[in-house]
């Protein structure tokens, strides 16, 4: 069974930091890199860092130095950790492989977790 869980979100101030974290299970996840993606509102869904099954990341210029990816592959999650909140990281974020396998039968996206950064 396909399944996508993302938590951690939440309200937080300017230079904040928050934790995310998303379970993952189905074939479609093994062995795969993932990835951190965000939607904002009226915005496309962009990926925001990747991270290869060995552990390789990358980021988007926008969070590079704020954020962190990082997986535990004997628990299937993979984490964001962001620091340094601004308001303009505020949108859904949704974890999946990355790249994203749209012409399987097996693919979805989660619920997705809500970061808001307000004061």
């Known amino acids: 069974q396909v399944q996508l869980v993302e938590s951690g979100g939440g309200l937080v101030q300017p230079g904040g930091s928050l934790r995310l974290s998303c379970a993952f299970s189905g074939s479609i996840f093994s062995a795969n890199a993932m990835g951190w993606y965000r939607q904002a509102p009226g915005k496309e869904r962009d990926l925001v860092a990747r991270?290869?099954?060995?552990?390789?990341?990358n980021y988007a210029n926008s969070v590079k130095g704020r954020f962190t990816i990082s997986r535990d592959n004997a628990k299937n999650t993979v984490y964001l950790q962001m620091n340094s909140l601004k308001p303009e990281d505020t949108a859904v974020y949704y974890c999946n492989t990355w790249p994203l396998y749209y012409s399987r039968s097996d693919f979805l996206w989660g619920q997705g977790t809500q970061v808001t950064v307000s004061s």
């Open positions: 991270i290869t099954y060995g552990g390789s990341t």
